[in-house]
């Protein structure tokens, strides 16, 4: 999901650290990695927004509703 308030990505994913639960940052586009800088794109900066305000949530088919239901639970805290 994206932020945009006042809780932002590293708010979400340091809580569920403290938790032992693992979130990321979505993944860096291609055009801002040093290696790719020198090249042209083609984009209206959405990539650009998903990275600074997305993060990555555990997701697995063997997740179970209980474990669901307590990442929510931790994310819904920080409001």
Request: aromatic share 12%.
């Amino acid at each position: 999901f994206t932020l945009t308030k006042k809780i932002r990505p590293v708010d979400i994913i340091n809580t569920l650290e403290n938790e032992n639960i693992e979130a990321r940052y979505c993944f860096k586009p291609m055009h801002l990695q040093p290696f790719f800088k020198k090249y042209d794109y083609i984009g209206n900066k959405v990539s650009e927004e998903l990275y600074k305000n997305g993060v990555c949530l555990p997701s697995d088919t063997n997740l179970k509703d209980k474990d669901l239901k307590r990442i929510v639970n931790i994310i819904k805290s920080l409001w």
